[in-house]
Nanobody, 116 residues
Framework: QVQLVESGGGLVQPGGSLRLSCAAS????????MGWYRQAPGKQRELVAV???????NYADSVKGRFTVSRDNAKNTVNLQMNSLKPEDTAVYYC??????????WGQGTQVTVSS
């Protein structure tokens, strides 16, 4: 019913920047929040950054001050600006949309690799 399409992943050197984007399409009425999670090899999926409809945000401690999440509600998009990237940021990043405070929908994931 809802599709999330991500873009912007890739390979970047330490200290570099990337911008991830995600667009929701389909039956989008009822979205309460959109954001990003990531999963590194051998680790659990973790929250990176989420913005709720009212504009409040949540960030993982490890990315505070480096990453910024933004949303365009009219376009049903969520972005993640990632600066000062570190090798530890290497992971598959997943776009997330929450509907009616209960249901989570996920994008396909986009690989972010931080390496020299």
């Amino acid at each position: 019913q809802v599709q999330l399409v991500e873009s912007g992943g890739g390979l970047v050197q330490p200290g570099g920047s990337l911008r991830l984007s995600c667009a929701a399409s389909g039956s989008i009425f009822g979205i309460d929040a959109m954001g990003w999670y990531r999963q590194a090899p051998g680790k659990q999926r973790e929250l990176v950054a989420v913005m709720h409809n009212g504009g409040s945000t949540n960030y993982a401690d490890s990315v505070k001050g480096r990453f910024t999440v933004s949303r365009d509600n009219a376009k049903n998009t969520v972005n993640l600006q990632m600066n000062s990237l570190k090798p530890e940021d290497t992971a598959v990043y997943y776009c997330n949309a929450r509907f009616k405070l209960i249901y989570d929908f996920w994008g396909q994931g986009t690989q972010v690799t931080v390496s020299s």
